[in-house]
């Protein structure tokens, strides 16, 4: 099989990026050499960083958030790991922090943990979702920081998230809500999963994955400014006097392409999307069902299904781009380039192949 262009998402079916929307990747092209890590000097793209997260948060139903554009998912939930465990130093004299995080949470908690030298807890699931009760259970004074997930990487589901916030100001630690994927979806649907909805402090909302910008842009949002404090490291040979971000030089282009992305489809072309992904998700849920596969109801535009493994691999053979979950289930997620067409084709193939 020949390779696939870089840029071709033709046969693309489980990766959480997309194609990026046109005003994303033009505004990215004008910004690409510019560095937002030193405002002082680039002060177009720092101006343009202040909208990116009065955007990022009226998504996330709370228009003065603080934050920033991040590299992506992974720095934004370390950085918020970070913010408990020293924010728990000052405040509570914790030395041996602890986070309370779900069994489905990314595997970037484990970075975070190991970088940040925290012990990581991680809370059973029941039907996806985590176990407040177990949470509770697992959580001591000790511990700095809670996490629910809006939208699980695997299966596309959202925790209790006004519970853990609750539960989580019980024990004076914050609340994280980790909506990386689901964040640009959530809003077109009944779920409570943002500021509004719950007292949460910090959350993690990536424009580059469901915000169609370019890869890197993350996006890490918090309560107040203040909250980002003891994130602030000092710089002396800036202009500016102080540094919040884990990088420090970084490419403006992530940062004017989710402002390019956000303006070009907040709210109606983000409704589009999560529709279509939607009933995409919905149809092809049912296509799967009714060849006999197990599937995992999708509340959110992504689907699991327990197809065989060499299955999988005739697939992926045919250049079909697939991905497992960890037990082992095909994984689709329904990004804004995933067409009923592509679907169609896909179950063509699984139909020639899945026969014996
Ligand atoms: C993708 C993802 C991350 C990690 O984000 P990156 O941008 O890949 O670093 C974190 N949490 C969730 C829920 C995700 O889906």
Same mark, same amino acid.
């Given at each position: 099989?020949?390779?696939?262009?870089?840029?071709?998402?033709?046969?693309?079916?489980?990766?959480?990026?997309?194609?990026?929307?046109?005003?994303?990747?033009?505004?990215?092209?004008?910004?690409?050499?510019?560095?937002?890590? #030193? +405002?002082?000097?680039?002060?177009?793209?720092? $101006?343009? &960083?202040?909208? /990116?997260?009065?955007?990022?948060? *009226?998504?996330? =139903?709370?228009?003065?958030?603080?934050?920033?554009?991040?590299?992506?998912?992974?720095?934004?939930?370390?950085?918020?790991?970070?913010?408990?465990?020293?924010?728990?130093?000052?405040?509570?004299?914790?030395?041996?922090?602890?986070?309370?995080?779900?069994?489905?949470?990314?595997?970037?908690?484990?970075?975070?943990?190991?970088?940040?030298?925290?012990?990581?807890?991680?809370?059973?699931?029941?039907?996806?979702?985590?176990?407040?009760?177990?949470?509770?259970?697992?959580?001591?004074?000790?511990?700095?920081?809670?996490?629910?997930?809006?939208?699980?990487?695997?299966?596309?589901?959202? #925790? +209790?998230?006004?519970?853990?916030?609750?539960? $989580?100001? &019980?024990?004076? /630690?914050?609340?994280?809500?980790? *909506?990386?994927? =689901?964040?640009?979806?959530?809003?077109?649907?009944?779920?409570?999963?943002?500021?509004?909805?719950?007292?949460?402090?910090?959350?993690?909302?990536?424009?580059?994955?469901?915000?169609?910008?370019?890869?890197?842009?993350?996006?890490?949002?918090?309560?107040?400014?203040?909250?980002?404090?003891?994130?602030?490291?000092?710089?002396?040979?800036?202009?500016?006097?102080?540094?919040?971000?884990?990088?420090?030089?970084?490419?403006?282009?992530?940062?004017?392409?989710?402002?390019?992305?956000?303006?070009?489809?907040?709210?109606?072309?983000?409704?589009?999307?999560?529709?279509?992904?939607?009933?995409?998700?919905?149809?092809?849920?049912?296509?799967?069902?009714?060849?006999?596969? /197990?599937?995992?109801?999708?509340?959110?535009?992504?689907?699991?299904?327990?197809?065989?493994?060499?299955?999988?691999?005739?697939?992926?053979?045919?250049?079909?781009?697939?991905?497992?979950?960890?037990?082992?289930?095909?994984?689709?997620?329904?990004?804004?380039?995933?067409?009923?067409?592509?679907?169609?084709?896909?179950?063509?193939?699984?139909?020639?192949?899945?026969?014996?």
């Amino acid at each position: 099989m020949q390779r696939a262009e870089p840029q071709d998402f033709a046969r693309v079916l489980s990766s959480m990026c997309t194609v990026p929307h046109p005003k994303a990747r033009t505004a990215a092209e004008r910004f690409l050499t510019t560095n937002p890590g #030193d +405002p002082g000097t680039y002060e177009t793209v720092a $101006a343009l &960083e202040e909208k /990116a997260i009065g955007m990022l948060g *009226a998504v996330a =139903g709370h228009p003065s958030a603080g934050g920033y554009i991040a590299s992506g998912g992974t720095e934004a939930n370390i950085q918020a790991v970070r913010i408990a465990r020293n924010r728990a130093r000052t405040h509570r004299d914790v030395t041996s922090p602890n986070v309370v995080v779900p069994e489905s949470a990314h595997f970037s908690f484990t970075k975070a943990a190991d970088v940040l030298g925290i012990e990581l807890r991680r809370a059973p699931l029941t039907d996806y979702r985590v176990d407040t009760d177990a949470m509770a259970a697992l959580a001591d004074e000790e511990t700095v920081l809670m996490v629910g997930v809006a939208g699980t990487t695997e299966y596309g589901r959202v #925790d +209790p998230i006004p519970d853990i916030a609750t539960l $989580a100001h &019980e024990y004076d /630690a914050l609340c994280h809500v980790d *909506a990386a994927w =689901g964040g640009f979806v959530l809003p077109f649907t009944g779920h409570e999963w943002n500021f509004a909805h719950a007292p949460i402090d910090t959350m993690t909302i990536d424009p580059h994955k469901m915000g169609q910008a370019v890869v890197p842009a993350g996006g890490l949002l918090a309560r107040t400014q203040e909250l980002l404090n003891p994130l602030a490291i000092d710089t002396p040979y800036l202009e500016s006097t102080s540094q919040v971000t884990l990088t420090g030089t970084r490419s403006g282009a992530g940062v004017a392409s989710a402002v390019g992305a956000m303006d070009a489809l907040w709210p109606e072309g983000y409704r589009k999307a999560a529709t279509t992904g939607q009933e995409n998700a919905e149809w092809f849920a049912n296509e799967l069902s009714a060849r006999g596969y /197990a599937v995992v109801d999708p509340v959110l535009p992504l689907v699991a299904a327990d197809i065989p493994h060499e299955t999988i691999r005739k697939l992926r053979d045919r250049d079909w781009r697939i991905s497992k979950t960890s037990s082992g289930e095909l994984r689709i997620v329904m990004m804004p380039h995933v067409t009923r067409e592509m679907l169609t084709a896909f179950v063509s193939d699984l139909d020639r192949i899945g026969q014996k």
